[in-house]
């Protein structure tokens, strides 16, 4: 998965002060993991977020979002968000999500 670096150091800005989270390289991009599991990451021109299958399709309905697909088979629970929609709500909403669901597995 190819990165953009200016997203990848937006979402670094906007991980800084939340507390359990790594960065790791992943797929030749960068993804965040919180406890252990995969929260977030970047590719070229859009984000990549771990929302759950619960809250899949309200974040679909959103505008902006598409399901993550990089295999030819959707990935449940796993949604891209375009670089300018994720601006118009904001990282911190679409991190704030993501940690919803992934905050609530067993850490890794």
């Known amino acids: 998965m190819p990165h953009d670096p200016a997203l990848a150091e937006a979402m670094r800005r906007a991980l800084r002060r939340r507390r359990h989270i790594v960065e790791k390289k992943m797929f030749g991009g960068y993804c965040w993991m919180l406890n252990g599991n995969m929260l977030c990451g970047v590719e070229v021109g859009r984000f990549m977020f771990r929302v759950g299958a619960e809250q899949e399709p309200k974040a679909l309905a959103m505008p902006g979002t598409t399901p993550m697909d990089i295999t030819g088979r959707p990935m449940k629970g796993f949604i891209w968000v375009d670089a300018g929609a994720a601006a118009t709500k904001g990282l911190p909403f679409w991190i704030a999500l ?11």
């Open 98 to 108: 993501a940690a919803r669901y992934v905050s609530s597995l067993p850490a890794k």
